[in-house]
């Protein structure tokens, strides 16, 4: 009897050192878009977007309300929502990915590192393979990413009309910058 | 016995702690209340108002044109040389309260309103089938009064509209709308009117691509049987043209009047199947008074 509850209390341990195997986490991380062209600059900001970081195995994820992007003008968000991004059909954006140099990222001490990341983005309803790289600083436990990326539209069968088609770049920057903090359940 | 139930109590546990950030990631969302937007695209569906209302912090401003009916053939030029102009603003104080004025040329009409947003159709934790919006407005003629031997009062020239908009998008395409309104006048013309009208709205607007919407819109009058021969009810068919920053709507409609009071109590309106059809349209463009992004 006491074999079985000491194998289990060790077995409920190991579970445990799986979890203390550190994941961070936000739910307000930052994400902004920038569409410049000579005739007009469109910005859009949501600052609810979702990240899970797990610091063993490098994997690392985002999640993106697709109707939490604010715009400055209202009629544009409800167009970016209904005409382009077509969020009622495609709610979500999200990001699946992989940090293939965490072995050189060392989150129990502070410093600066650069990480290459390498995954999979949907958007709209279709799928890419990305890379991009993140300046990472950790300070005390708490990580802090920044990254940008460009995006075009068409990759992601956002159709934009001809009539407009001056008015929106051909490709869009999108500026992330995250602070994750220790994942409590 | 007991090696299976320790064995399910190691299991639980390690499902509770070894969870996959992708599963956290997508469980964030379950809880997620998706309120339903752009029911329709602009505030009005043709003549009527829509549960839309204007953003926050902007303004909105329209102009409306209703020419003569058709029938009169080239003598007029199919009504376009008799039009009726409206102007309209409205502003939204918070993205539940709109206040608008207007001025209409018909019987040089000036109305107020106000457009409160009461219910919000939303998916998610709180699934609500349907927005509601609640429309009130009073409308004043300032035309000169042709029956001078009457005693005139300003009270005369005033009416009063009460309507509460319900609509549903049921798809990304269909919307439809239900509106039970009160109309009161406080001088009607003839003893065949009602100072206090009741009617049932019922609109809609369906998508033919992102920027193009077919539009319908009806209303049904609660007379009685000597007075509905004499009037007929608003009805209008539309479409809903959508470009960069303006929404046009054209529309054929039996009624030259763009007010409630006016085009809901059915004293001007042409019969629609006997060549009593007017072509109009709205023009509306929003401005952004917003100072943070």
């Known amino acids: 009897m006491n074999k079985y509850i000491l194998i289990s209390l060790l077995l409920i341990a190991v579970s445990l050192k799986v979890l203390s195997q550190d994941i961070y986490y936000t739910k307000s991380g930052l994400v902004e878009f920038t569409s410049k062209t000579p005739l007009e600059n469109i910005e859009a900001v949501n600052n609810q977007v979702v990240s899970f970081l797990k610091t063993e195995s490098g994997s690392i994820n985002f999640g993106i309300l697709i109707k939490s992007f604010k715009f400055k003008n209202a009629l544009m968000e409800e167009h970016f929502n209904e005409n382009y991004i077509e969020s009622d059909e495609f709610p979500k954006a999200k990001f699946k990915g992989t940090i293939t140099n965490i072995k050189d990222i060392d989150f129990n001490k502070d410093g600066d590192y650069t990480a290459e990341i390498k995954g999979k983005i949907s958007i709209h309803g279709v799928t890419k393979e990305i890379e991009a790289k993140a300046e990472i600083s950790i300070k005390d436990y708490k990580v802090i990413a920044n990254s940008t990326i460009m995006l075009k539209p068409e990759d992601f069968d956002i159709e934009i009309p001809g009539i407009v088609r001056e008015k929106i770049a051909k490709e869009m920057t999108v500026k992330m910058s995250i602070n994750y903090e220790l994942y409590k359940k | ?293």
Do not use: C
Request: hydrophobic share 40%.
């Open chain 2, 1 to 293: 016995m007991k090696t299976i139930f320790l064995l399910i109590f190691v299991l639980i546990t390690n499902i509770i702690y070894a969870q996959d950030i992708d599963d956290l990631l997508d469980g964030e969302f379950d809880n997620s209340n998706n309120y339903v937007s752009a029911t329709f695209k602009s505030t009005r569906i043709i003549n009527a108002n829509s549960i839309e209302l204007v953003k926050k912090q902007h303004l909105n401003f329209t102009i409306s044109h209703r020419f003569g009916s058709i029938n009169n053939g080239i003598s007029d030029f199919f009504g376009i040389d008799r039009s009726t102009i409206r102007l309209n603003l409205e502003y939204g104080l918070k993205d539940w309260f709109t206040v608008g004025i207007d001025r209409s040329s018909f019987s040089q009409t000036y109305d107020g309103y106000f457009k409160f947003r009461l219910l919000r159709q939303s998916t998610g934790k709180w699934a609500i089938p349907v927005s509601i919006t609640y429309f009130t407005s009073f409308e004043v003629f300032t035309r000169k009064f042709t029956e001078a031997e009457r005693d005139n009062y300003l009270s005369s020239r005033l009416s009063y509209v009460h309507q509460l908009l319900i609509a549903r998008k049921f798809n990304n395409k269909l919307s439809l709308q239900l509106t039970p309104s009160l109309v009161h006048r406080n001088l009607v013309p003839t003893a065949l009117d009602m100072n206090d009208l009741y009617a049932v709205g019922l609109g809609g607007r369906y998508k033919i691509t992102n920027r193009f919407a077919i539009t319908a819109e009806y209303f049904y009058t609660i007379r009685s049987p000597r007075s509905s021969e004499a009037y007929n009810n608003p009805i209008a068919i539309g479409v809903d043209i959508e470009t960069g920053g303006h929404v046009f709507q054209l529309m054929l409609t039996n009624t030259s009047l763009m007010y409630e009071g006016g085009f809901i109590t059915g004293n001007n309106n042409d019969n629609f199947f006997k060549g009593g059809i007017h072509f109009g349209f709205n023009i509306s463009r929003t401005f952004s008074f917003t100072k943070i992004k």
